[in-house]
C-alpha cells in the first residue's frame, strides 16, 4: 500500500529513447580499405615533400615564421612562404603520438584516439538552424543547447562538440566563454572547442583546466582541442596560427584539417588534390610540433570535390570517397590518427539525398580506418545548416556501426546446429528458448526506422522519416539528464567566465 | 539556310538523363572486408557439413528424391529429407564453374560473373506498384514494361531483370510468356527469368534460344537463368525444384539463394543463420550439378534478421551487413561466385530511410565481393512495393558505385605539381587549362542530387528528392529508345508465344 502510493507520487521519469545504446569506443575488427597501393602512397609522400620543399606554404603570422626561422627553414618574410626539407618536416612529425586518449569530464566517456579506433564527432561550424516546425534562420544559443543535450544523451556521439551551431543572439566578445561553459555543464563528454586565435584558444584551455582539475599536459591525455583549417591552397591565416600557437602550448589536441575542394583550392584531379591536402596538413602538424613537441596531433582530410554544374562543394561524392581511403593511406604511413566526416550531404532538407550522400560518406570513413569521424550529426546544405531531425537520421546509421562493428560471435551457442535439427525443414524458430532467450538483445534495435505493415503505419499517419526524426529528436531532449559537476568547479567556472567577460569588453574577436 | 530548315524540321531527339552514364563489367580494385578470420569460415564450412550430413535437406519431388538416391545419397522417402556425405557435396560444387559470362542479346552487354566483378540486377517478386501519383496498387504490365525501359535506359543496371513486378492483369497461364517477350523485345540485356517450375523455365530457355540462335550450353556462357530459394529451413519446394531441373538440365544460370531470416527461418544468431544458408546453398547446388555437371550457379545469400518487435523481416541492418560480408567468405571458399541484394529496405516511402537502408545493403554488399547484387533498384517496404521513384534513388548511388570502383589514376598529369606551384597560395584553380580541360568528365554527374543553393532550390520549388526522382523516372521513360530485333527472330517469337498461349489456356501454373 504505502509502495503503490510512493510511486504514484514519484512518477516514473521518461527514458531516453537512446537509451539503449551504450557509449563504448569502437575498434574496427577488419583490416581498412586501401584504395592504392603501397607504392602509390610513396609517390604521392614524394610529390607532397616536392610541395612542402619547392613551393612552400605560407605562415600569415610573424611568431609562426619567426618558429620556423630559428628552426632552420627557409622563410621568404615578404610572401610569408616556409619552405622546409624532408628530413626536418619527418623528424618533427615523428615527435607527435600515434595514439592518445582524448579525456571526458566523465572518465568513463574518455575517448581513444587512433590505431583501429574510430570515434564519432557531432556537427561543427554550421551557421543556421532548421527544423519541421522551424524554417531555416540564423542559430541560437537554444539551439545550441538542444544539440549539447542530444549528444549527451547519445551513446553513440563521442563527443559534446564544439562550435555544433553559431549562437547569433550572444555577443561575439564572449560567445566562446558562453559556448564553453555550456558544453562543459550540460555534458560531460569529451571537449572540443573553437581555435580561432589566441585569446579564444586559451580561454578554452583555461576553462577546461578548471574542470579537469589539471592540464593533462603530457600529449598523451589531452582535455580540449579543436580543428584548424588551412586557408588552402598552401597557407594558414592568422586565425588558425593562433589556435595552434594556444593549442599546441598547452599540449593540447589539433585536428590539422585543410581546406581542399578538387577543382578550387587545389587542381581538379583527386590525386592532386590528396597529395596538396597531405602536404598542408604535415605542415601545420610539424609546426606544432616546433612550438611544443609531443603535441597530439590528429591528420585532418576534408578533400571532396567541385560541383562542376553550380561551382558548390559537393559532398558524399564518389571522389570524396576516395579521399577518405587514400587520407588514412597517407596518415597511416606517417603512423598519426586521421580525421575524416561523416555526415556530409549537400540536400536542403533531411530526404533520401541527406541519406545516401551521408551514408557515401560514413561508410567510406569508417572503412578507410578514419580514427576521428567529425560533423557526424546534424549537417545539411553543406554544413551551413543543422537539423535535429537530421541528427536523428544520423544517429541511426551510427548506432548501426556500433553494432556491425562490434564482435561476431561464432561458438557451439551461437551456432546452436541442435536448434536446426530441433525444428527440422519448414518449421520456424521463433518459439524456442534459444530465440526467446536472446530476442530483446541479438540485434540492433532501430530508434527512427519503421517496420510496421502499411496498413498500419498509413492508419498511425503515414509519417515519413523526417517526420518521426522531428518528433524523436523532442522526446530525446525531453529526457536529457544533466550530468552532474562538483560545485566548487561549478564556482570557479562561473567566476572565471563572468571575469573573462568583464576583461573582452569591447575586444574585437574573430566570429 | 537549308540547314536550318533541315535542323526545324528533324526536332534533335531528347537525350536520356542517364545517358552520359556508361555500360561496363565493373572490378572491385581492392580485396574483399573479410569479417570473420579464415579459421572461422573452416568452422562455418563444418557445421554446414554437419547439418547436410546428420540432419539433411528436404527435397519435395520425387524426381530430385530419385537422383539423390541414384547418386548414393541416403534418402528418406517417406520425410523426403535427403542426407549427403561432405566428399560427395564438396565434389559436386567442384563441377560448377568459379566464373562465366551470362550472354546478353547485346554482346556489348555481356556480363561477367565471378571474381572481383560485380554486377547490378534490379527489382524481384515485387507485388505491388507506387509512384508519387499513384497510391500502392497491385502491378500491371505497363507498369512492368516502364522498369524495363528504365533498365534498358540505365548503363549502371546490367540486366533486364525477371520479374521486376507481378503484371496482374495477365492470365497467369501465360504471363510468363508475355513478361519474357516484353523482356527480350524491350531490352537488349541479359535475360533473368522466372524459376517457376518446369513448365514456365522450360518456357524462358526456349525463347531465349529462339533469340540467340542457340542455347550456349557449355555452362559457361548462359542466357537465361533465374534466382531460386529454398523454402528455408531446409527445404527445396517442388515448384524451385522445377526450375532447377529445366535451367540445369539446359545449363542455364542458377542463384540459390535459400531464403533465412534469422529468429525465424533460422535460430536467432547471425552465425547459425549463414552457416544455415551454407547448407541450404550448398545443396542446392550440389544437386544442380548432379542434374547437369557444369551448370552455372550463383551462391545466393538473404540472409538477414528478423525484427523482434514486429515480427516482419528487417532490411538493411548491421546484422544483415555481416551476412553480405561473411556470405561471399564462404562462397570464395568453395569457389562459387556469390550473390547478395542491394536496394534492400522496409520503408513505405522512398525518404531518408530508404535510402540509408539501402546504402546499408549496397556497401556490405560492395565491400564484400558480391559478384551479383540483386534488387539494386525500386524496392520498398521489404520488396513488397516496386517504385520508380526508389530507382531513380538508387541509379545514383549505383552509379556512384560505378565511378568509385573505376580507377584511382596517379601520374605526373593528375599530380598536378606544376599547377600547385602556378596558383600558389590563396589562389583558386577554376580557371586553369587542367582544370578546363577536364571539368566535364573529372567527377562524377549527378543524376537527382542537387547542389543548388537554397534560394534557388527554394524558387523551383523547394523540391526534395522523391519529388525529382518522380519527375526524373518519366524523363527516363520518355527517352527511351527501344533496342533493334532481327525481324526472322521477332517473327519465330512471336509464333512461340502464340502457340504455347494455345498449348497452355486453362493450364494451372504457379503464380
Redesign the interface.
Known sequence: MAKRTSRRRAAKPRVSPLAHIPFRNIQI??PP????TQA?VE??HD?SM??LE??G??YMDDEALDLWEKAGADVDRT?Q?VKVDRTMIMDLIGKAPSTFTWRARNPQHDVIIGGNYIAFSPNGGTVFYQDLDTE?RPGLMSDYEVFLKINQSSGVVHFAGEQLIVPHDVEVSYRHLDMGYAALTLTDKAFMSQAHGRIITKDAVDMAKIVFGDDYSDGERPVVGGVINA?S???YDDRMIGGMLAYAEAKQALIMTPFVL???????????AV??QNAEALSGIAFCQLVNPGTPCIYGGFAT??????????FG???G??AHL?GPQMARYYGLPFRGSGGLN???????????????SM?PVV?GHNNFMNHCISWL??G?VASPVKAM?DM??LA??Q??LAP????P?????D???E????????G?D??QA???T?????I???????QT??LQG?E???TR?HKLWQEVVTTYEKPALDAAILEELDAYVAKRKEDLKGVELYR
Chains 1, 2 share one sequence.
Open positions: 575488427p577488419f580499405v586501401e584504395r592504392i602509390e609517390t604521392l610529390a616536392q610541395i619547392e613551393i606554404i605560407a610572401s612562404m531555416r586557408s591552397p598552401l597557407r578538387a577543382g578550387a583550392m587545389s587542381p581538379i584531379t583527386m590525386a592532386s597529395t596538396q570535390n567541385i560541383d562542376m554544374k553550380t561551382g558548390s562543394p559537393a561524392t564518389p571522389e570517397a576516395w587514400v549537400t540536400s536542403k532538407v533531411a530526404d533520401a539525398q541527406a541519406a545516401y550522400e551521408t551514408l557515401w561508410w572503412l546544405d553543406g551551413l537520421v541511426e546509421s548501426m556501426f553494432r556491425f561476431f560471435e561464432i561458438s551457442e551461437t551456432l546452436a546446429i536448434k536446426i535439427a525444428i527440422g525443414p519448414g518449421g520456424h524458430h521463433f524456442t534459444h530465440t536472446r530476442y530483446s541479438e540485434f540492433y534495435a532501430n527512427l526506422s519503421t517496420r510496421q505493415n502499411q503505419w498509413a503515414a515519413d522519416a523526417a526524426a
